[in-house]
């Protein structure tokens, strides 16, 4: 979950709509985005992997 989170907080930055903090050296910058979107994906694995295999 909390990968999911600062994936968010990371992505949010590079598209430059999320302005916290003020200085922060991540605002506007489009590797952020990316960067984000892929801790979200991964994020997003770990929390549903362990979910399917048991399922199986």
């Given at each position: 979950m909390f990968l999911v989170a600062l994936g968010c907080i990371w992505a949010l930055q590079g598209l430059g709509l999320l302005?916290?903090?003020a200085d922060s050296f991540?605002?506007?910058?489009?590797?952020w985005v990316f960067?984000?979107?892929a801790m979200v994906l991964a994020g997003a694995i770990l929390i549903g992997l362990p979910r399917w295999l048991r399922r199986g």
């Open positions: 302005h916290w903090p991540m605002l506007g910058e489009r590797e960067r984000g979107s």
